[in-house]
T-cell receptor, first 111, second 113 residues
Framework: QKEVEQNSGPLSVPEGAIASLNCTYS??????FFWYRQYSGKSPELIMF????GDKEDGRFTAQLNKASQYVSLLIRDSQPSDSATYLC???????????FGRGTSLIVHP | GAGVSQSPSNKVTEKGKDVELRCDPI?????LYWYRQRLGQGLEFLIY????????KSGLPSDRFSAERTGESVSTLTIQRTQQEDSAVYLC???????????FGQGTRLTVV
C-alpha cells in the first residue's frame, strides 16, 4: 500500500517568516511529486510539482526532493496570512498512475 | 475549456435516490481521476481513466458506485441508492498524461438527507 505521510499540524508561523512543510512517501519507485493548496471549502489547487532530486523554486515557493530519504518539502518564504490553508502532498509512479495524497498540513500565518 | 468543470456544484438528495455527477476535463487531457473528500478528511481515490484503456476502479467503495468516460471527454460518476455516508465532496481532476500534474475541478458537494 503506497502511503504519503504529513504532519497534520497546525503549523503556525508569523507573517514574513519561512514556513516549512514536510512529506514522506513509502514507495521508493515514486517519480512525480506535487504540492497542492486547499482553502477551507474549496478544491485543491496545484502550486508546485517536482520530478528530480534537488530544489525547484517558483516565486515564494521552493519544493525540495530527496529520493534517497523519500522526503519532499515545501518552503514558503515571506509567509502571508493569505497562505493560511491546508497543504497536500501527493506522489505518483512506482507502477501506479494514481496520485496518492497525504492527509495535509494545516498552515496558519498570523499577522 | 480553461479548467476542469464539474456539475452540479451542490446536490441535495434523499436517501435511496440515484445521483449522477458530471466532470468535463481540460481539453486534451487523457487522464481523469475521481476522488471523494469527506468533511475534514483527506482525498479518497475512487476511479481513474486513461484514454481508451480500461478504467482502474479499485477505489470504488461499493457496487452502488459506477463511472463512465467516453474517450477523452466528459465523465459521469453515478451513485445508486444513495446512503447518508455518501455525503461528501466529489472531486474530479485531469492531467495531460499519466504521472503529470493533475488539475482539480471545483467539486460537487453531495448531501444525502
Amino acid at each position: 500500500q503506497k502511503e504519503v505521510e504529513q504532519n497534520s499540524g497546525p503549523l503556525s508561523v508569523p507573517e514574513g517568516a519561512i514556513a516549512s512543510l514536510n512529506c514522506t512517501y513509502s514507495d521508493r519507485g515514486s517519480q512525480s511529486f506535487f504540492w497542492y493548496r486547499q482553502y477551507s471549502g474549496k478544491s485543491p489547487e496545484l502550486i508546485m510539482f517536482i520530478y528530480s532530486n534537488g530544489d525547484k523554486e517558483d516565486g515564494r515557493f521552493t519544493a525540495q526532493l530527496n529520493k534517497a530519504s523519500q522526503y519532499v518539502s515545501l518552503l514558503i518564504r515571506d509567509s502571508q496570512p493569505s497562505d493560511s490553508a491546508t497543504y497536500l502532498c501527493a506522489a505518483t509512479g512506482g507502477g501506479s498512475y494514481i496520485p496518492t495524497f497525504g492527509r495535509g498540513t494545516s498552515l496558519i500565518v498570523h499577522p | 475549456g480553461a479548467g476542469v468543470s464539474q456539475s452540479p456544484s451542490n446536490k441535495v438528495t434523499e436517501k435511496g435516490k440515484d445521483v449522477e455527477l458530471r466532470c468535463d476535463p481540460i481539453s486534451g487531457h487523457t487522464a481523469l481521476y475521481w476522488y471523494r473528500q469527506r468533511l475534514g478528511q483527506g482525498l479518497e481515490f475512487l476511479i481513474y481513466f486513461q484514454g481508451n484503456s480500461a478504467p482502474d476502479k479499485s477505489g470504488l467503495p461499493s457496487d452502488r458506485f459506477s463511472a463512465e468516460r467516453t474517450g477523452e471527454s466528459v465523465s459521469t460518476l453515478t451513485i445508486q441508492r444513495t446512503q447518508q455516508e455518501d455525503s461528501a465532496v466529489y472531486l474530479c481532476a485531469s492531467s495531460l498524461e499519466s504521472f503529470a500534474e493533475a488539475f482539480f475541478g471545483q467539486g460537487t458537494r453531495l448531501t444525502v438527507v
